[in-house]
């Protein structure tokens, strides 16, 4: 027992389990707006400076490529604790201010928290979500949706253990958020690690084992998400459904338990025959170095060397080379329209939902409902173009396309509302969100390699920040306050500092949303510029030098 518990804990499959985990606790970003309100209220901001926070917290969760070098030169074990103390850190800051246990701090004294705070999710990404990819690059479509989706499940997650640890309490969310995601990655910290890439039979259809729990666990949030708010639960019934929310995140141990038990009865039968073979003298295998050194150059290790003469599209980039390439600059444009609009009107729900006249309660289930349908985008993503790409060569980009067009939709339902669209706006842009992302880094390991993955995962998602920072600050924002200064001149009042800039009304928010459903509309179409560059590419078999390697370690 004491051997089969140490192959468990070393298995590859626990470390899925672990990644898993700490994913699962990794999303505190998308419940900005579930304890916004407070922030606003308590620190009296007005929308702008609200928005301004909002943007460095954008700011903080993209900007990750210290991260990525780190990970360059480090274990993911050191990364996860840098990763830890960052979350803890910034998030207690901002509770001791909300809470008043710390003198009013300046405002970029809070933007520099939340900014400290949304960092620390891509240390988690970089230490475990990177790593995965690396022990899986065969898979890699269906490991970063798996991931990417329990990162949008989080935000749930976390809203389902508050409500039973702390009640209905906004603030002590934000100490939930501090504490809870630093303790799961500090006691999972020794297990994710780089393992060789091997290919099992049944790869596969393990996956598709932890895709049925996820979809499972993301059913029963929405259902219990929709009954809390029709109907008041008791302290004792949130604790029951926390305690069914616990089980489900841990049931991917028991398929992980199954497999490494599997793994490690195959190794006992092959020791038993191995001592009773006679012995032989073995030829050390092939080494696959040669591939990369084909005619008889050194390679240069270095991401400074060759940057204006790229390899083809699949082998390994250096850092400088990816990020100067076309390919790279199309996904920067991309992703500035595609996730900076939608980073916008999830930071706005809120605000959105108050300025049509729903309640405080039906504005919670709205965030609740990005965070469900942002799993749904990532892991749709994942299996789908994983399948898609391997089957019949069906170009990742084109499917990034389509999702952008489906954003364009969510930003002209909250333009132009109809009874219940908000509820429809808010499926589709969590949808439309988590498949963005689940395609930009599978787009990015399969056009530029895996070398400098830790770095260029990062770097891929910097045009995201900016994007939200204009879109968000410099768009939204101010028109958001002039339309609710207008109204407040209408009613014969003279805004003061402090003063609550509420609108109240469907036609507030139409300009913003027009302006970022074009804009969204321009990211559809570099996208399928994208699309055009790289069809050849998706034709070939993009993973045939990583089953070359797999063999290679059987035989070894």
Not at 7 to 36: E, K, N, P
Not at 54 to 64: E, P, S
Not at 220 to 231: A, C, G, N, R
Not at 256 to 275: C, G, Q, R
Request: proline share 4%; aromatic share 14%; net charge positive.
């Amino acid at each position: 027992m004491v051997s089969f518990a140490k192959h468990v804990l070393c298995g590859r499959w626990f470390m899925v389990f672990a990644s898993f985990l700490i994913m699962s606790m990794a999303g505190a970003t998308y419940l900005f707006g579930a304890y916004s309100k407070e922030i606003k209220k308590s620190l009296n901001y007005n929308q702008e400076t609200l928005n301004l926070l909002g943007f460095f917290k954008d700011l903080g969760a993209n900007v990750g490529v210290l991260s990525g070098l780190i990970a360059e030169v480090t274990s993911p074990w050191f990364v996860l604790l840098i990763g830890a103390g960052m979350n803890f850190a910034g998030y207690f800051m901002i509770c001791l201010a909300v809470t008043d246990k710390i003198a009013k701090p300046q405002v970029w004294h809070m933007c520099m928290y939340i900014c400290i705070g949304a960092n620390s999710q891509n240390f988690a990404n970089t230490g475990a979500l990177v790593t995965c990819v690396k022990n899986f690059p065969m898979s890699r479509g269906i490991m970063l949706g798996l991931l990417k989706g329990f990162v949008g499940l989080s935000g749930a997650i976390m809203t389902q253990l508050y409500l039973a640890i702390y009640g209905n309490d906004s603030t002590s969310l934000i100490l939930l958020i501090g504490w809870l995601p630093a303790v799961i990655s500090i006691f999972f910290v020794y297990t994710v690690r780089i393992m060789k890439v091997v290919r099992q039979p049944n790869e596969k259809k393990i996956f598709y084992q932890y895709l049925y729990i996820a979809v499972l666990l993301a059913f029963f949030l929405m259902v219990m998400t929709i009954l809390q708010k029709q109907m008041k639960f008791s302290h004792g019934a949130y604790v029951a459904t926390a305690t069914v929310v616990c089980a489900l995140v841990f049931l991917p141990l028991v398929v992980a338990i199954k497999e490494e038990y599997s793994l490690w009865s195959k190794k006992l039968t092959n020791l038993v025959i191995d001592h009773e073979a006679p012995v032989m003298e073995s030829k050390p295998a092939p080494s696959l170095q040669p591939q990369y050194n084909q005619i008889g150059e050194i390679p240069n290790p270095s991401c400074f060397g060759k940057i204006l003469r790229p390899p083809d599209r699949g082998e390994d980039y250096t850092i400088l080379q990816a990020l100067l390439s076309v390919d790279m600059f199309i996904l920067f444009m991309a992703t500035f329209c595609g996730l900076g609009t939608s980073l916008t009107a999830i930071d706005n729900l809120g605000q959105i939902g108050e300025a049509m006249g729903y309640s405080t309660i039906t504005t919670k289930t709205f965030t609740s409902l990005v965070s469900i349908w942002n799993f749904s985008g990532r892991v749709f993503a994942g299996f789908l173009s994983e399948h898609l790409v391997t089957k019949s060569g069906f170009p990742r980009p084109l499917m990034m396309t389509f999702v952008l067009l489906l954003s364009c939709v969510s930003h002209l339902l909250i333009a132009f509302p109809i009874p219940g669209s908000l509820y429809i706006a808010s499926i589709l842009t969590g949808f439309s969100f988590g498949a963005q992302l689940t395609l930009l880094f599978t787009i990015i390991s399969e056009l530029f390699g895996l070398k400098y993955y830790s770095t260029l995962f990062n770097c891929g998602q910097l045009a995201s920040p900016i994007g939200s920072y204009v879109l968000n600050v410099k768009v939204t924002g101010i028109l958001y306050d002039r339309e609710a200064m207008k109204q407040l001149q209408q009613k014969g009042i003279t805004p003061q500092p402090g003063h609550d800039m509420t609108c109240i009304g469907t036609q507030y928010y139409r300009l913003p949303f027009i302006i970022l459903a074009a804009v969204t509309a321009f990211g559809a179409f570099a996208s399928f510029f994208l699309v055009l560059r790289t069809r050849k590419f998706y034709k070939s078999d993009i993973y045939k030098k990583f089953k070359e390697e797999a063999k290679e370690t059987e035989m070894g």
